[in-house]
């Protein structure tokens, strides 16, 4: 499944994360995005993997699939344990009371 990454204008002034690496980033006033062969948006693309070239793109891409399958693996073992945790309740208090205190 090839993907081809194009320049486009950048109408938002607004990080963008790189999907491809993970990286998180401000673009200027063009942004690399990539598209599957189909034409569906994929991600931004952080100048990092831009500068690497196709290859080093490749090579980014797999390193950041590697973290995800672990990173997976690990979520699912602690989805598995008990989970404890504050209610919305008692986040926006605490939320509140932060606001306050400043």
């Known amino acids: 499944m090839p993907i081809k990454i ?3 204008s950048n109408h938002f002034e607004e990080k963008c994360r790189c999907n491809l690496c ?3 980033f401000f ?3 063009v942004v690399a995005r990539a598209y599957r062969e189909s034409g569906e948006y994929v991600s931004d693309v952080c100048p990092e993997c831009l500068a690497t070239g196709t290859e080093g793109i490749s ?3 797999r390193q950041r699939a590697d973290y995800l ?9 602690l989805a598995r344990s008990e989970i404890e945790s504050p209610s919305l309740s008692q ?4 939320n509140q009371l ?3 205190m400043r």
């Not at 399958?69 to 073992?77: G, N, Y």
């Not at 986040?91 to 605490?94: E, L, R, T, V």
């Open 6 to 8: 194009q320049v486009e």
């Open 22 to 24: 993970g990286n998180i």
């Open 27 to 29: 673009p200027l006033e």
């Open 59 to 61: 090579n980014r891409m």
């Open 69 to 77: 399958r672990s990173l997976a693996v690990e979520l699912e073992q």
């Open 91 to 94: 986040f926006n208090i605490a």
């Open 98 to 100: 932060e606001k306050a």
